[in-house]
T-cell receptor, first 114, second 111 residues
Framework: NAGVTQTPKFRILKIGQSMTLQCTQDMNHNYMYWYRQDPGMGLKLIYYSVGAGITDKGEVPNGYNVSRSTTEDFPLRLELAAPSQTSVYFC?????????????FGPGTRLTVT | QKEVEQNSGPLSVPEGAIASLNCTYSDRGSQSFFWYRQYSGKSPELIMFIYSNGDKEDGRFTAQLNKASQYVSLLIRDSQPSDSATYLCAVNRNTGNQFYFGTGTSLTVIP
């Protein structure tokens, strides 16, 4: 199993540009998440999904959109990129095992907006 | 008040010593508590989780939970230089929906 994969690994965007961060998991997990991590900070939840066709906002959803058309894929869309969106983005998936929801993270996408 | 608070450190311990990492949380509805290790430039990696009061041991790691005090800790015995990383505490209401992370504690194990 590849686990959780993310593309691209790095990206530089100009202010106002748009892009999609891709995330795929092969563990058949129902739950998927997008986080951002700013330097020296913890993870902030952007959006999450409890299954195909169902998404909901996390703590910091402004400036982002998501979709979940399949169990495997959970892309994150940035519209009109701003410097405040410079961050490392992590996708994760989970399901309930052994009494708790264990999250597995992808390798991350490092995004710079200039 | 932050949902999850951790001392940012840095915490330095000599090789072979016990490292003690602490975390407090504000939501009394929290049911599951997680410890992640994150090496610089890498993604978080789950070390262990706990959901019952008391201790849970896994190899050199022991998680301790006290729901009455809203406190969870991680002990690392026989610390190794490879344990040098940032340790993130996370909590969840055991619904799978929302996880709240602390800002992490930086640990350095000195050879």
């Amino acid at each position: 199993n590849a686990g959780v994969t993310q593309t691209p690994k790095f990206r530089i965007l100009k202010i106002g540009q748009s892009m999609t961060l891709q995330c795929t998991q092969d563990m058949n997990h129902n739950y998927m998440y997008w986080y951002r991590q700013d330097p020296g900070m913890g993870l902030k939840l952007i959006y999450y999904s409890v299954g195909a066709g169902i998404t909901d906002k996390g703590e910091v959803p402004n400036g982002y959109n998501v979709s979940r058309s399949t169990t495997e894929d959970f892309p994150l869309r940035l519209e009109l990129a701003a410097p405040s969106q410079t961050s490392v983005y992590f996708c994760a998936s989970s399901d309930r095992t052994a009494g708790a929801y264990e999250q597995y993270f992808g390798p991350g996408t490092r995004l710079t907006v200039t | 008040q932050k949902e999850v608070e951790q001392n940012s450190g840095p915490l330095s311990v000599p090789e072979g010593a016990i490292a003690s990492l602490n975390c407090t949380y504000s939501d009394r509805g929290s049911q599951s508590f997680f410890w992640y290790r994150q090496y610089s430039g890498k993604s978080p990696e789950l070390i262990m989780f706990i959901y019952s009061n008391g201790d849970k041991e896994d190899g050199r790691f022991t998680a301790q939970l006290n729901k009455a005090s809203q406190y969870v800790s991680l002990l690392i015995r026989d610390s190794q230089p490879s344990d040098s990383a940032t340790y993130l505490c996370a909590v969840n209401r055991n619904t799978g929906n929302q996880f709240y992370f602390g800002t992490g504690t930086s640990l350095t194990v000195i050879p």
